[in-house]
């Protein structure tokens, strides 16, 4: 890498840097509390990865994406998922419409609400697989294709898509190979007291929180090519992998408590997307490169939805965040 790349790679770390700092605040205006929340959705957009939410209704979910599309300067579509909605609701559909001088008929594509840079895709687990797998090729392609022709969907393209863990009855949960495709898997908690005092003086007041744009879409892909560069050092690889490896229970040199509740452990994604978190995180707080504690910041949401836990586990009362914070004790030994 030449110097004058360096050079530019250093001004561009101090300014994202900076941007996440205002963008953090312009945020805060409208959202009370969920640092860790907010930090881990940033780390994901500016990763190039997809989010899954998991939360009960009334947190601020739609709010919560929508101020961050708002902040910076993106496009932002809602798709409400119910059992009734086509592939086709998602993606678009072709319209025939005839020319009023020549009286040809032509087809033409209407793109659907998947043609924006932010996608809050609502109760994905509400519509069935045809459905969901058609959100799961934009996410993975970021393409959709309409009677054999391909459309480029816009960039920064970032699905946050949410789930109710309350009412399972009548869903569609999302196979393992779907969960797969999402970076993060994020839990919403009930906001603090004090917090949720600050929320009802807040909403049911006058006050009305007008937050400024901060980013632009052009300086998000800059910044997402950035994060492809910071280098690694290789003991932060392999701890990434290592990580990845012990979840497994056909691994040998996994824990006994992996074998004795784990059935599938995670797959090769997960140590590039917690290189790809921990590379995020580091830039985001101004420094060159990311070290283990980064890795370990991003276990949690990269692999909660990664590892599948057995009949053992649940007889037990063990999920898989408790399988996660026990693995992180293991490798601090």
């Given at each position: ?79 409400q998922f119910t059992p009734d909605l ?195 995180r580091a830039i985001m707080q101004g ?46 030994k």
């Amino acid at each position: 890498m030449s110097d004058k790349t360096e050079n530019k790679d250093v001004e561009l770390v101090e300014n994202l840097s900076n941007k996440i700092k205002q963008v953090k605040s312009e945020i805060a205006k409208r959202i009370v509390g969920q640092d860790e929340i907010i930090d881990q959705l940033l780390i994901a957009l500016l990763s190039g990865g997809h989010c899954l939410l998991v939360g009960v209704p009334g947190l601020a979910k739609t709010l919560l994406i929508k101020t961050v599309a708002e902040v910076m300067d993106l496009q932002f579509s809602r798709i409400q998922f119910t059992p009734d909605l086509m592939p086709s609701d998602i993606t678009g559909t072709e319209i025939i419409e005839e020319d009023q001088l020549t009286k040809k008929r032509n087809f033409r594509f209407i793109s659907g609400p998947v043609f924006a840079n932010i996608i809050l895709a609502d109760e994905i687990n509400r519509t069935p697989p045809k459905t969901q797998a058609a959100l799961l090729e934009a996410m993975q392609e970021h393409k959709v294709t309409a009677a054999g022709t391909t459309y480029q969907l816009p960039e920064p393209f970032f699905v946050l898509a949410t789930q109710n863990p309350i009412e399972q009855e009548g869903t569609y949960p999302l196979p393992e190979a779907q969960l797969d495709r999402f970076m993060f898997n994020l839990w919403l908690d009930y906001p603090s007291f004090e917090e949720e005092v600050k929320v009802v003086e807040t909403t049911t007041s006058q006050y009305e929180a007008n937050p400024e744009k901060v980013l632009n879409a052009d300086e998000i892909l800059e910044f997402q090519k950035l994060v492809r560069r910071v280098p690694v050092a290789d003991n932060v690889i392999q701890f990434a992998v290592r990580t990845a490896n012990l979840t497994r229970p056909t691994n040998g040199n996994s824990p006994q408590f992996i074998k004795d509740w784990v059935t599938w452990g995670a797959g090769p994604r997960a140590s590039q997307y917690m290189i790809l978190a921990a590379k995020t995180r580091a830039i985001m707080q101004g420094r060159f490169t990311p070290n283990i504690d980064d890795i370990k910041f991003a276990m949690l949401p990269v692999l909660r939805h990664r590892i599948i836990t057995n009949f053992s586990a649940e007889a037990d009362g063990i999920t898989s965040v408790e399988v996660i914070d026990k693995l992180s004790e293991e490798l601090d030994k």
